[in-house]
């Protein structure tokens, strides 16, 4: 698609006048007229207004000429899984998994190997082979290229290490300690635990990112723990296979 059927997709899709679309934007409807007609094509900071307006990258409005890939994990990249700024704006280098409000989340290669190899093995393709892709990959990607100058990772690390010495101080019964946290879409994570009154709720955010892992229980058995954390709050929970039949153990502000 061509930057002038982009923009009226994505107008017509919000429901929006031209006129509106012109006073969400700070331009005249004549402006965007000239835009949808591919008379014209805005200019880098009404790209960047109509980017956080829509919540597409510039590249999307662009026509998408460009292949996105991370810069940190080297996935593939769509507008739905984009990183954020930290006003909220989309990080077309990153999806969300690697740079989440303005931070890097992983300053351990290895770390980010770990992850990655447990969801791309397959049938065609083993955790051996995968991790040495990986290691090939990833030195290769601009975020590792440059990781001193960015120096972002180190801020998450500290973090994730003040998180660890938390939840372990907690000293939950049958729970081992926790030496290390992932990364984790906010979807993968955020179940409905039942309060005593018969209702539910869940208290994370599907599109947020946050970190986290899941540890056998001490004591044996089918369930395990799972604990999910950041910067504002601590949650340790009990289930099964695949987040079966959650119990929430500990909810706690930080």
């Known amino acids: 698609m061509e930057t002038k059927?982009?923009?009226?997709?994505?107008?017509?899709?919000?429901?929006?006048?031209?006129?509106?679309?012109?006073?969400?934007?700070?331009?005249?409807?004549?402006a965007v007229s000239r835009w949808e007609?591919?008379?014209?094509?805005?200019?880098?900071?009404?790209?960047?207004?109509?980017?956080?307006y829509f919540n597409v990258s510039i590249n999307t409005l662009l026509g998408s000429p460009r292949k996105l890939?991370?810069?940190?994990?080297?996935?593939?990249?769509?507008?739905?899984?984009?990183?954020?700024?930290?006003?909220?704006?989309?990080?077309?280098?990153?999806?969300?998994?690697?740079?989440?409000?303005?931070?890097?989340?992983?300053?351990?290669?290895d770390d980010l190997i770990d992850v990655c190899a447990k969801n791309m093995v397959s049938e065609m393709f083993s955790e051996e082979q995968v991790r040495a892709y990986l290691r090939q990959r990833l030195p290769q990607l601009d975020y590792w290229k440059r990781y001193e100058e960015l120096g972002g990772g180190k801020k998450l690390a500290e973090l994730k290490?003040?998180?660890?010495?938390?939840?372990?101080?907690?000293?939950?019964?049958?729970?081992?300690?926790?030496?290390?946290?992932?990364?984790l879409d906010g979807r993968s994570v955020n179940l409905s635990y039942r309060l005593p009154n018969g209702q539910t709720v869940q208290f994370l955010?599907?599109?947020?990112?946050?970190?986290?892992?899941?540890?056998a229980c001490e004591f044996g058995g089918e369930r395990c723990f799972g604990v999910v954390a950041d910067a504002s709050f601590l949650l340790v929970a009990t289930y099964e296979t695949g987040g079966a039949d959650p119990e929430l153990v500990l909810y706690k502000r930080r």
């Not at 899984?81 to 290669?109: A, H, P, Q």
């Open 5 to 30: 059927d982009v923009i009226l997709q994505l107008r017509t899709q919000k429901g929006l006048s031209q006129d509106e679309l012109a006073e969400k934007i700070f331009v005249t409807r004549q």
């Open 161 to 183: 290490q003040q998180l660890m010495h938390e939840l372990n101080d907690l000293q939950i019964e049958g729970m081992p300690k926790v030496e290390k946290l992932y990364a």
């Open 37 to 52: 007609t591919g008379e014209t094509v805005p200019n880098t900071e009404t790209l960047k207004l109509l980017s956080n």
């Open 69 to 109: 890939v991370c810069q940190c994990c080297g996935m593939p990249l769509d507008d739905s899984i984009l990183g954020r700024n930290e006003d909220g704006s989309v990080n077309e280098d990153y999806c969300k998994w690697c740079f989440s409000d303005g931070e890097y989340t992983y300053s351990d290669m």
């Open 205 to 215: 955010d599907d599109d947020a990112t946050y970190f986290g892992n899941q540890l």
